[in-house]
C-alpha cells in the first residue's frame, strides 16, 4: 500500500514472504549499494555509478538478501550497511518517495535466529518474553525519536513498520559522509584541534539533552557513532541501544574506551546486570560524550575505565592521562570540564548534559574562545573601577570629617610651617620593559618568555588564525613590535596570534549530480571546479560521471577539482572516448598528466 508523502506510523502485518525479486521495482533494476538505476538489456553486472558487484557481494545467513521488499512493495533492501548486537541496517529505496532510506531491522543476535535460505522471519530461541516485552520498547522508543526528529544532530525517522517477518523496522534518513573516527584519521598526528572538536560535539550535546529530557539514554556514544555528512551537519547515528532510563532490561556490548564503570557487568548474573542499569542515568552518556573529545583531540582513546578500575584500586590513584599532554593547544579549562566529565565514581561526575554545555560553551573561564577571555577581563576590570569608585567616595567621607575636627588647629600650624625650609620631593622613576619578539616560537615557550617580563599588569591575549606558511602551534605574530619600550602598567593588553596551520576543505560528493548542483556543492566547500564533457553510454546527459579526487579527502582551499560531466551516448564515436578521458583524469589524480582547461 502506497500512503501520501507525509511521514506515517504504520503497524503491517505482512502474510507473504517478501521474496527477493532482483532489485527489479516497477520494471527498473538498482543498484544494491548506490540504489541508481541500472539498465537490465545490458546487463550490467557491474554499477558503472558506484562499482559494485552483485555476484561479490555476500548477506550472510542472518541478514535480508537484497531485493527484499517491505511493506508490500514500498521499501527495496540493499546491501548491509552495519550490524550490533540489536540489529541490522541496510540501505533502502523508497518508492513512494523515491529516495535511498536506511532500514534498520531490530534483531537482538543473542536471542533470536534466522536462515533465509528457508525463511525471512525471524525466530525466537530463548526468552521469548524479553524479547517481545523488548521489541515494543524498540517501537516505542523510537516513536520518542520520531518526535525529535527535528533536533538537528539526531537521524530523522520516516516510518516504522511494527510487524513484518516477525520482527519490527525503522526507515530513517540515509546519512553519507564520513564518522567522526574517519575524519580525525585524516589529520595530520591523527588529532583535531580543540575548537573544532568543540565545534563539532555542540550538536550532538544539544541534541542528547532532548533526547535525556524525554527519558531516554543512547548508551553507544562513540566517534563510530557520529556522522560528519557531505552537507557538514553532524548527526548521532545508531539509537539500537537506546532505552528509557528505567529500563532493566536488555544491555549491550559496550565499546570499552567509551562506556563508564556502570555499563560494565559481570555475566551470567542477571542481579549484577540490573544493579548496572539502575545506576545508568544521563551520566552514563556524560561520559562517553567526554571521552569521545578526548579520543578527537588527543588523537588516542583514553585508558577503558575498567583499567581505571583495577589501577584505583590497586595504586590509590586514577591512571587517566591529562588531556594536554597529548595535545598542547587544551586549556585547563577544557581539561577539566572533560576530566569531570570522565570521573569513575557516578557521584562526583558531571551529572548532566546541560552542565556539561555549560562547562564547555557557556562559562566565561572555560578559556575555549578569545571572547571569553576579552569578557572576563572586561568584567575584572569594570568591578575594578566601581572598587576604586567606592574607595575614592570613602577617602573624600573620611577627609571631611577629618577637616572639620581640625579646622581650629590648621590656623596655628600654617604659620610654623611658612617658618620652615622648603622639603626637596624626589619622583620616583617607573620601571621600563622592552617588547621581546614571540614570533616563531611554540606557545609554550612564547609564555614562559614573556614571564622573565614581570610586568604583571601586562594582559596577554591568544588567539589563533589559519596559515599556510607558518606551522600548527606556532606564533604568528604580535599586536606590539618587538622593541617597543614601556613604563609598567601603562601598555594595556598584548594580542599574540598562534597559527593554526592551513585551512583544509572536505570534497564533497558530486559524481551522480547534475553540473550545476555539482558547481553549488564544491562552491560551497570553498573549492574550485574545472568541467570535461564527455560522451557516456549509460550516465544521462547532464550528470557527473567522475571527480578526480574522492569525496571525504581533505584538500587545501581553493584546489580545482577537475569533473567530468556526461554528453550522453555517442553511437558514432562509441566507447573510446568515454576510455581516453577515464585515463586522463587518472592521470591527473597521480599528478602525470594536469588537466586544466578554461573556467
Known amino acids: 500500500m502506497v500512503q501520501n508523502s507525509f511521514v506515517f506510523l504504520r503497524k503491517e502485518k505482512c502474510l507473504n514472504k517478501n521474496r ?19 539498465e537490465e538489456e545490458k546487463h550490467q553486472e557491474i554499477c558503472p555509478w558506484c562499482g559494485f558487484e552483485e555476484k561479490k557481494y555476500i548477506a550472510g545467513g542472518q541478514c535480508l538478501p537484497p531485493g527484499t521488499t517491505l511493506l508490500n512493495g514500498r521499501y527495496l533492501i540493499g546491501r548491509k550497511l552495519s550490524q550490533g548486537g540489536f540489529g541490522i541496517t541496510y540501505i533502502g529505496w523508497d518508492n513512494a518517495l523515491e529516495h535511498k532510506v536506511a532500514v534498520k531491522e ?95 560535539m555542540k550538536p550532538v550535546i544539544r541534541s542528547m539533552q532532548e533526547v535525556h529530557k524525554m527519558g531516554l539514554l543512547h548508551r553507544d556514544i562513540s566517534p563510530d557513532n557520529i556522522m560528519l555528512c557531505n552537507d557538514l ?58 571521552a569521545t573529545l578526548y579520543y578527537l583531540i588527543a588523537g588516542k582513546a583514553a585508558q577503558s575505565s575498567q583499567g581505571r578500575v583495577c589501577s584505583l584500586l590497586e595504586t590509590g590513584e586514577d591512571s587517566l592521562t591529562p588531556l594536554s599532554v597529548w595535545n598542547e593547544d587544551v586549556t585547563p579549562e577544557l581539561e577539566r570540564a572533560v576530566s569531570h566529565g570522565m570521573v569513575l565514581k557516578i557521584q562526583k561526575r558531571t551529572a548532566s548534559m546541560e552542565e556539561l554545555y555549560r562547562d564547555l560553551y557557556e562559562c566565561p573561564q572555560n578559556g575555549t574562545t578569545e571572547e571569553a577571555v576579552e569578557e572576563k577581563a572586561h568584567r575584572w576590570k569594570w568591578m575594578a573601577g566601581i572598587f576604586l569608585a567606592g574607595l575614592c567616595m570613602v577617602g573624600i567621607v573620611l577627609a571631611g570629617i577629618y577637616m572639620r575636627s581640625s579646622k581650629t588647629s590648621v590656623a596655628g600650624k600654617l604659620e610654623d610651617i611658612r617658618k620652615e625650609k622648603p622639603v626637596e620631593t624626589i619622583k620616583s622613576k617607573s620601571k621600563t620593559y622592552r617588547m621581546i619578539r614571540v614570533e616563531g616560537m611554540k606557545r609554550k615557550e612564547a609564555a614562559g618568555a614573556l614571564q622573565q617580563l614581570a610586568d604583571s599588569s601586562l594582559e596577554i591575549i591568544w588567539k589563533r588564525k589559519y596559515s599556510s606558511t607558518v606551522k600548527k602551534g606556532e606564533i604568528l605574530s604580535q599586536s606590539i613590535a618587538p622593541g617597543t619600550e614601556w613604563e609598567a602598567g601603562s601598555l594595556g593588553k598584548l594580542t599574540i596570534y598562534v597559527s593554526r596551520g592551513r585551512k583544509y576543505c572536505r570534497v564533497p560528493v558530486v559524481r551522480g549530480e547534475a553540473e550545476q548542483e555539482a558547481r553549488r556543492l564544491l562552491k560551497k566547500a570553498k573549492l574550485r571546479i574545472c568541467v570535461m564533457k564527455e560522451y557516456h553510454e549509460t550516465v544521462p546527459e547532464g550528470l557527473v560521471v567522475e571527480q578526480s579526487v574522492k569525496a571525504g579527502r581533505r584538500v587545501k582551499k581553493n584546489t580545482k577539482i577537475t569533473v567530468i560531466v556526461s554528453k550522453g551516448s555517442n553511437p558514432a564515436a562509441g566507447q573510446s572516448e568515454l576510455n581516453n578521458s577515464t585515463k586522463t583524469i587518472r592521470g591527473s589524480r597521480n599528478g602525470q598528466n594536469k588537466v586544466v582547461p578554461p573556467m
Open 106 to 200: 531490530y534483531y537482538p543476535s543473542e536471542f533470536v535466529e534466522r536462515d533465509t535460505t528457508k525463511s525471512y522471519s525471524v525466530s525466537v530461541r530463548k526468552q521469548s518474553d524479553l524479547v517481545s516485552r523488548e521489541r515494543d520498547n524498540f517501537v516505542k522508543e523510537a516513536r520518542i525519536l520520531y518526535s525529535l526528529s527535528s533536533c538537528p544532530g539526531i537521524v530523522h525517522i520516516e516510518n516504522i513498520i511494527e510487524n513484518e517477518n516477525d520482527t519490527s523496522y525503522l526507515i530513517m534518513e540515509l546519512l553519507e559522509g564520513v564518522t567522526l573516527k574517519q575524519y580525525r584519521d585524516e589529520h595530520r598526528n591523527q588529532q583535531l584541534d580543540p575548537k573544532e572538536a568543540l565545534e563539532l
Open 20 to 38: 527477493s525479486d532482483g532489485g527489479s521495482m516497477n520494471g527498473q533494476k538498482r543498484c544494491y549499494n548506490c540504489m541508481r538505476i541500472l
Open 233 to 290: 551537519e553532524v548527526k548521532l547515528l545508531d539509537f539500537g541501544a537506546a532505552r528509557s532510563q528505567d529500563s532493566t532490561q536488555f544491555t549491550t556490548i559496550m565499546k570499552t574506551e567509551f562506556s563508564p564503570p556502570e555499563q560494565r557487568y559481570r555475566k551470567p548474573g542477571e542481579g549484577e546486570r540490573s544493579k548496572a542499569l539502575k545506576q545508568q542515568g544521563p551520566w552514563t552518556d556524560v561520559y562517553a560524550v567526554c
